[in-house]
């Protein structure tokens, strides 16, 4: 059983930054892929980020490339993600989980373990 704690939302003007963090329970975090996800208002819950066991593969959608770093500490037992030039539409509950299977992927049903969700609000 792995528990995740996310960390770092709130409210931010558009083109703002923010960081989030996730930290994991348990001594195997390096051996977890570790992703990123949001779900907003009335919408399905979706891929943002991806991130392999070493943090050398990373994986984002086409809506946060180029703003969105996602990286990790094994250390720390933390994964993050930094998001630089926010946008309203980046409005979401934002949760981290733990994928099992040692593939970087955005099969949201490849994911094992989640988190409680952090919320980022972007005002216009």
């Known amino acids: 059983q792995v528990q995740l704690l996310e960390s770092g939302g709130g409210l931010v003007q558009a083109g703002g930054s923010l960081r989030l963090s996730c930290a994991a329970s348990?001594?195997?975090?390096?051996?977890?892929?570790m992703g990123w996800f949001r779900q907003a208002p009335e919408k399905e819950r979706e891929f943002v980020a991806a991130?392999?066991?070493?943090?050398?593969?990373?994986s984002y959608a086409d809506s946060v490339k180029g703003r969105f770093t996602i990286s990790r500490d094994n250390a720390k037992n933390t994964v993050y993600l930094q998001m630089n030039s926010l946008k309203p539409e980046d409005t979401a509950v934002y949760y981290c989980a733990v994928d099992n299977h040692n593939r970087v992927t955005s099969w949201q049903a490849s994911y094992d373990y989640w988190g409680q969700g952090t919320q980022v609000t972007v005002s216009s």
């Open positions: 991130i392999n066991r070493s943090g050398n593969s990373r």
């Open positions: 348990g001594r195997t975090f390096s051996t977890y892929v």
